[in-house]
């Protein structure tokens, strides 16, 4: 939309909500759009435009039909739109259903639903329903990224909307194109699904993300109805997990020691013979128990030539075939790299899409509500509030103020003030309530709080279940749609561990630590000062101030072996960041900017990586520049993601991945 555009469907919607009789299209094509030069047949497809804009965002347009003769006259037709009936109800909570509630939309972070669970936020904050609430300590659980396929599928659910897609088969190791009606996306065994109806064949089917090959295509043109009750979480909880089975691997003497752990003493005898080989000199043959070959593959490729996969074939195709894509990419021609100046800014920066007009007209009738309710707040507090600068929400606030009811008065337009920098709102037009949830709203938030069950703490108070039950009757129909969506497990396979680093977080102690280090392959003895704990999925990490490596660091919790209290008082370090989101990342002044290539499907990866800049290429491709705290694991990091990534600058550790990848598929050439 242009912004001529957005002040148009504005004064629109004012004109719409403040008749009682409603409006003829006459008088709105005179009094709103001012319009004297186009034709009858135009002006009524532009009229039409809008309404369906409108519809989009939360508001119906009623149609009032005179009684009588000439009723179906299109002339005689008025429009309006209700005050009620497109309105969010009022919503009271508790500060403990409010401190749920944000854990809850804090979960999707920069995922998938993230903007709809902020959106759904300020709404609440916009009709005075949240109040000030403290977060439990440690528990900030979130959803990792589920990438570009996440994101269309949803879209096309909630649309009803069928995709295709290439999908690669495990019961036949080929990749097929599938044609499906998605009516539900859900994790289970640490996986998404996208659960439909199979029109190739005729049946309902289970497809897990990992395993597309291509981009999502949705077909917007045609449509379809889910199963009457349908219910993700439901039908995923019939899956089966797959069966233990064992891999055959041959490992460098005295690397991997998590993966030698895995195999540990009770591994399966390595067979022997001409068809297994033997392993060469200066390597021990492993067998690890395994349930998903492309998982497992996914981390040998990883370790490039320090593993090498012998059986069963599938492994050992998966391995190869995520080593080759890495290796084609990284040997493609090498793009202009050059960023927008606008994200040349100091410090680090959220990465965003270009911010446009709907997004505008999205944040202008949040943004009334929210200043009806919170008189006074200084200009920048507001700014701050829905994640703009000051320039772009003193815009916002000159388009309200110039916007108002047809050829009105002065008081009939919207009243707002900030010349003391303080924001105060005297005349809203009826826009002093947010619009309802919108599916992706009340999924993101209901979801989220579903996903919240799992962890006990939570599971066993009563705010969990009294907020979920007051926020499914405020969604209302939209709500009930919330059940083609189901979250992952985020408990942690550990509790004792979280729950003695919860512990000393709250008590201010120091905890000594031993840590197996996957970079370093080794473990190390360390003394911390625990800061704030927070998870992706069920992985959970403890964010802490490190005196061996004099900096702050992120463990993970199922790499520690042992964690207990030294009997030392925390140290003066730096405390943790309070602002929202919750980062995985802490920066530090050490770090090394690195400026990566991503594909179209891998880049998912800039959020994941809190990118500070990024840049689109052709196809869909992007650049982006991220912090590393050590480019030592930048090789891993390209071969474990196949043909997603690669590193372009700096220089050495763009060999570095090259020759990381030729050496590992050098072992597989026989």
């Known amino acids: 939309m242009s912004a001529s555009r957005t002040e148009r469907l504005l004064n629109l919607l004012i004109a719409l909500l403040n008749t009682k009789y409603g409006l003829r299209r006459s008088e709105l094509r005179e009094k709103v759009y001012h319009d004297t030069t186009s034709t009858d047949v135009s002006f009524g497809r532009m009229f039409e435009r809008d309404k369906a804009e409108l519809r989009q965002f939360g508001f119906e347009v009623e149609t009032v039909m005179d009684q009588g003769w000439g009723s179906d006259d299109p002339a005689t037709t008025r429009y309006r739109i209700g005050k009620e009936s497109n309105r969010l109800p009022d919503v009271s909570l508790t500060p403990e259903e409010c401190a749920v509630l944000i854990l809850a939309a804090q979960l999707w972070e920069h995922a998938a639903l993230g903007s709809a669970a902020v959106n759904a936020v300020r709404k609440l904050q916009a009709a005075g329903g949240l109040v000030?609430?403290?977060?439990?300590?440690?528990?900030?659980?979130?959803?990792?990224?589920?990438?570009?396929?996440?994101?269309?599928?949803?879209?096309?659910?909630?649309?009803?909307?069928?995709?295709?897609?290439?999908?690669?088969?495990?019961?036949?190791?080929?990749?097929?194109?599938?044609?499906?009606?998605?009516?539900?996306?859900?994790?289970?065994?640490?996986?998404?699904?996208?659960?439909?109806?199979?029109?190739?064949r005729?049946?309902?089917?289970?497809?897990?993300?990992?395993?597309?090959?291509?981009?999502?295509?949705?077909?917007?043109?045609?449509?379809?109805?889910?199963?009457?009750?349908?219910?993700?979480?439901?039908?995923?909880?019939?899956?089966?997990?797959?069966?233990?089975?064992?891999?055959?691997?041959?490992?460098?003497?005295?690397?991997?020691?998590?993966?030698?752990?895995?195999?540990?003493?009770?591994?399966?005898?390595?067979?022997?013979?001409?068809?297994?080989?033997?392993?060469?000199?200066?390597?021990?043959?492993?067998?690890?128990?395994?349930?998903?070959?492309?998982?497992?593959?996914?981390?040998?490729?990883?370790?490039?030539?320090?593993?090498?996969?012998?059986?069963?074939?599938?492994?050992?195709?998966?391995v190869r075939r995520r080593l080759s894509a890495a290796a084609v990419f990284a040997a493609a021609p090498v793009p202009e790299v050059a960023f927008p100046e606008v994200f040349r800014q100091a410090g680090p920066a959220q990465r965003g899409r270009k911010r446009t007009s709907e997004d505008q007209l999205k944040r202008m009738l949040q943004l009334v509500p929210f200043l009806v309710h919170n008189q006074g707040l200084h200009i920048s507090e507001v700014a701050a509030k829905f994640g703009v600068?000051?320039?772009?929400?003193?815009?916002?606030?000159?388009?309200?103020?110039c916007s108002g009811l047809p050829e009105g008065y002065p008081d009939d337009l919207l009243d707002i003030q900030w010349d003391d920098d303080h924001v105060f709102i005297t005349q809203d037009l009826e826009l002093n309530r947010p619009v309802r949830f919108t599916v992706d709203e009340a999924c993101?938030?209901?979801?989220?709080?579903?996903?919240?069950?799992?962890?006990?703490?939570?599971?066993?108070?009563?705010?969990?279940?009294?907020?979920?039950?007051?926020?499914?009757?405020a969604a209302g129909e939209e709500?009930?749609?919330?059940?083609?969506?189901?979250?992952?497990?985020?408990?942690?396979?550990n509790s004792a561990t979280l729950e003695t680093a919860r512990e000393a977080i709250r008590a201010g102690a120091q905890l000594h630590l031993s840590y197996f280090s996957a970079q370093r392959?080794?473990?190390?003895?360390?003394?911390?000062?625990?800061?704030?704990?927070?998870?992706?999925?069920?992985?959970?990490?403890?964010?802490?101030?490190?005196?061996?490596?004099?900096?702050?660091?992120?463990?993970?919790?199922?790499?520690?072996?042992g964690l207990a209290p030294n009997g030392r008082p925390v140290s003066a370090a730096a405390t943790p960041a309070e602002s929202f989101p919750v980062k995985l990342f802490t920066p530090n002044d050490d770090d090394t900017m690195v400026v990566v290539e991503l594909a179209a499907r891998g880049t998912w990866l800039a959020d994941d990586y809190y990118a500070e800049r990024t840049a689109a290429l052709p196809g869909g491709a992007m650049l982006a520049e991220i912090r590393f705290g050590s480019t030592d694991w930048l090789p891993m990091f390209v071969a474990r993601h196949g043909g997603l990534v690669r590193i372009l600058?700096?220089?050495?550790?763009?060999?570095?991945?090259r020759e990381w990848l030729a050496a590992a598929l050098a072992q597989y050439k026989d």
């Not at 439990?136 to 295709?164: C, K, N, T, W, Y």
């Not at 600068?389 to 103020?401: F, G, H, Y």
């Not at 006990?456 to 009757?473: I, N």
């Open 389 to 401: 600068t000051r320039k772009e929400l003193e815009d916002d606030l000159r388009i309200l103020i």
């Open 521 to 561: 392959d080794a473990v190390s003895e360390r003394d911390v000062d625990p800061r704030r704990l927070y998870s992706l999925d069920n992985t959970w990490y403890l964010e802490a101030y490190c005196h061996s490596a004099r900096g702050l660091r992120n463990f993970r919790l199922d790499r520690i072996e």
């Open 444 to 473: 993101a938030l209901l979801t989220g709080l579903e996903t919240l069950n799992g962890l006990p703490e939570l599971a066993e108070g009563s705010a969990l279940e009294s907020v979920t039950l007051k926020l499914m009757a």
């Open 202 to 318: 005729g049946a309902k089917r289970f497809f897990r993300l990992s395993r597309l090959t291509s981009a999502v295509t949705v077909l917007d043109k045609e449509s379809f109805t889910a199963p009457s009750g349908f219910n993700v979480r439901a039908e995923l909880a019939g899956l089966q997990e797959l069966p233990v089975r064992t891999a055959v691997v041959d490992v460098e003497e005295g690397r991997l020691l998590g993966l030698r752990k895995r195999a540990g003493d009770s591994a399966a005898p390595v067979a022997q013979g001409p068809a297994a080989g033997q392993p060469r000199a200066g390597r021990d043959r492993l067998s690890v128990p395994f349930r998903d070959a492309e998982a497992l593959g996914e981390e040998l490729a990883s370790y490039g030539p320090r593993v090498a996969a012998v059986s069963p074939p599938e492994l050992v195709a998966a």
């Open 132 to 200: 000030d609430a403290e977060l439990p300590v440690g528990v900030q659980p979130r959803i990792r990224p589920a990438g570009r396929a996440f994101e269309d599928l949803v879209g096309a659910m909630h649309a009803q909307h069928p995709v295709s897609f290439r999908y690669f088969a495990d019961s036949t190791g080929k990749e097929e194109e599938r044609l499906v009606e998605p009516w539900g996306l859900g994790s289970r065994f640490g996986q998404w699904y996208v659960v439909g109806q199979d029109r190739g």
């Open 479 to 493: 709500g009930l749609k919330a059940a083609s969506l189901s979250g992952p497990e985020v408990a942690p396979a």
């Open 649 to 657: 600058q700096p220089g050495a550790p763009a060999d570095a991945a």
